[in-house]
């Protein structure tokens, strides 16, 4: 597995740990003939009422950065890169591509009317918001630039987050089957040592190519 794709595959885990409905690799095709014009590394949508062990005494805490305090929905484009510093693609930032219309055209979260004027705040502001909904540019790498226009996350706080998830939830999450082998391997790697910092340090080790 390439270290893009342990990238990848990480902030896809990231994401839908935190309750969000994930799609990766999603490809915005032209509105002619001819080759894919970008892609969206991970496309994730979460409910504003989202709550799990909603009936326990102590429902699951998820990372601060998905708890906005009106409760609206969230849709994130989120781009990632192995290293260096977060940064977004030309392709979605640049507005005479028009990429961001095709892709908000694609998946519909907002009437038709309106996505020239959201995909245009999108592309200057990197985040848009109405009464329901906030749509937002993420970047995930390495470190985190000085003065981000954008939403950035971090490995150093991704890879500790999912590890203590995990550890606190081991028997909550224990039947875990039909994950997919990354999922299977954070949870193994996260609660075999007694250490957590020792669950960290080996998935650090896995996610850089060690």
């Known amino acids: 597995m390439q270290r893009c794709d342990r990238a990848e595959a990480v902030a896809y885990w990231f994401f839908r740990l935190n ?30 009422q989202r709550r799990e062990l909603a009936d326990a005494n102590a429902p ?45 055209n694609a998946i519909g979260p907002v009437p038709r009317e309106r996505v020239d004027e959201v995909a245009e705040i999108l592309c200057q502001k990197k985040s848009w918001s109405d009464t329901h909904m906030t749509i937002s540019m993420v970047s995930v790498s390495q470190s985190q630039p000085e003065c981000a226009a954008f939403p950035c996350l971090t490995w150093d706080v991704i890879v500790p987050w999912i590890v203590c998830r995990f550890r606190k939830y081991k028997n909550v999450k224990a039947d875990h089957a039909q994950w997919d082998r990354v999922g299977k391997f954070l949870f193994e790697t996260a609660c075999s040592p007694s250490d957590g910092a020792v669950g960290v340090a080996r998935t650090n080790r896995w996610l850089m190519g060690g």
């Open 60 to 104: 699951m805490d998820d990372h601060e950065f998905f708890n906005p305090a009106d409760l609206k929905s969230s849709l994130y484009f989120v781009e990632v890169k192995h290293s260096g510093e977060c940064r977004l693609n030309e392709a979605w930032t640049e507005p005479q591509r028009k990429n961001l219309q095709r892709v908000l």
């Open 19 to 48: 309750g969000c409905l994930t799609t990766r690799n999603f490809l915005v095709h032209p509105d002619t003939d001819g080759p894919a014009q970008t892609e969206a590394d991970i496309i994730a949508y979460r409910f504003g």
